[in-house]
């Protein structure tokens, strides 16, 4: 079970910290992500963080936000900085177990508005 945190209302250009908290260990896990959605749009990649440490980002964060695991509280985080109002979309947390044809996790998703 994922369960997220942090979502909420903020000014452009302002900050806000995702928290997804893990039912079990994430550092079992292939991979942790957040996704977002937009409404009217498909849901798009915002970063994922790799077993061993690597990260990856969409092209349009960059810079911008930053993932991060804290192991031993089962918690991946997602940093986001000098917001727009084009990153309001509802964000999930993504689980992927290791192997081929697995089923991912999914958590509940939380709503991140940015204000112009």
């Known amino acids: 079970q994922l369960v997220e945190a942090g979502g909420g209302l903020v000014q452009a250009w302002g900050s806000l910290r995702l928290a997804c908290v893990a039912s079990?260990?994430?550092?079992?896990?292939?991979?942790m992500a957040w996704y977002r959605q937009a409404p009217g749009k498909q849901r798009e990649l915002v970063a994922n963080?790799?077993?061993?440490?690597?990260?990856n980002y969409a092209d349009s964060v960059k810079g911008l936000f930053t993932i991060s695991t804290d192991n031993a509280k089962n918690t991946v985080y997602l940093q986001m900085n000098r917001m727009k109002p084009e990153d309001t979309a509802v964000y999930s947390c993504?689980?992927?177990?290791w192997g081929s044809g697995v089923t991912n996790y999914w958590g509940q998703g939380t709503q991140v508005t940015v204000s112009s």
């Open positions: 993504n689980a992927r177990p």
């Open positions: 079990g260990s994430i550092s079992s896990m292939h991979s």
């Open positions: 963080i790799i077993y061993g440490g690597t990260t």
